[in-house]
């Protein structure tokens, strides 16, 4: 198990990373004006739960080899970002979905839970710029002189997937409740739900064309 002080400095390192806007932001918020708060929180379980096979990767080592890896580490990254896409432009597609059934400004949430989760399990789980955390940071709290190196990781791994699903699912919330505003208008819901597409599809083209270790 690591110290106490190495689990509060690396809780602490994570929260001020998870606390930057980024991918996982962006991605989150995307999925929420597509498909409601229901979506948005579903999409950040997914999602964490993507980065659990990644965690263990890492503690035994396995991690390290696509970090290193430029051309897996493509693949991987390119897969991501495909899917991103994917989503995004499916989401697109079907902006005006349900919209017809919607009464009295109520929300249509289309996306099976089960569809969601999988889809945000996905996104995590293809993510490398979580390995590269996970393989950059995750050694400089361990003691190694401690034994259970892995325990350790593992302890520390998921101290960052708890912070990172409370305050990404703060962003959900918040989110979802800005979407419930554009429920009274099927036009503004059916931009809303396009605008939310849009950023998938952005945040996918933007992973695919940063650099090789980015």
Known sequence: MPSVESLAAFSLAS?????????????????????????????????????????????????????????????????????????????????????????????????APWVTLRQGFVV???????????????????????????LQMLVLGLAFVVIALVCDSTWAIAAGAARHWFASSPKRLSAIRASGGGMMVGLGGALALTGSKA
Do not use: M
């Open 15 to 111: 929260l001020l990373l998870i606390l930057l806007p980024g991918p996982s932001v962006l991605f989150v918020i995307g999925r929420s004006l597509a498909h409601g708060h229901r979506g948005g929180l579903l999409s950040v379980l997914g999602n964490e739960l993507g980065a659990l096979p990644l965690l263990v990767a890492v503690a035994f080592g396995l991690g390290a080899i696509v970090a290193e890896s430029v051309l897996l580490f493509t693949i991987v990254k390119l897969l991501g970002a495909a899917y991103l896409v994917y989503l995004g432009i499916q989401t697109i597609r079907h902006r005006g979905a349900g919209l017809g059934q919607s009464a009295g400004g109520a929300v249509h949430e289309d996306a």
């Open 124 to 150: 995590g789980v293809s993510n490398p710029k979580t390995t590269v955390f996970f393989v950059a940071v995750l050694p400089q709290f361990v003691n190694f002189h401690a034994g259970s190196v892995p």
